[in-house]
């Protein structure tokens, strides 16, 4: 609630957008966002190691990005540009760490 009324100097978000919380009782809720990406795309694991059809990881090779989302199948048509930015670039950064220690591993 500070940041209402003065500066916000951790996210510097300008306070016209700000709304003290003042009332209570308050909620709380754990939620688990989801995106939307390739219909059909390749499986991958928490590594984004690419794996085969019993889900097992196929050596050195790794998906990202739209690419890496096999959420649908072959069945699901979806528009909204941007949804998967934040997918892409936080997959494209796991599978690159991934095949760097994987390079480092074979060395």
Do not use: Q
């Amino acid at each position: 609630n500070d940041f209402c009324d003065s500066v916000d100097e951790e996210f510097f978000k300008d306070k016209r957008y700000l709304r003290p919380l003042t009332k209570a009782p308050y909620y709380a809720a754990r939620i688990r966002p989801g995106g939307y990406g390739t219909v059909g795309g390749i499986r991958v694991n928490e590594n984004c190691e690419a794996c085969d059809k019993d889900f097992e990881p196929i050596p050195g090779l790794y998906a990202a990005g739209a690419d890496a989302c096999n959420l649908y199948d072959d069945s699901y048509m979806f528009l909204l540009p941007g949804n998967s930015m934040g997918f892409a670039v936080n997959s494209g950064r796991i599978a690159g760490i991934s095949a760097a220690e994987y390079v480092e591993n074979e060395e």
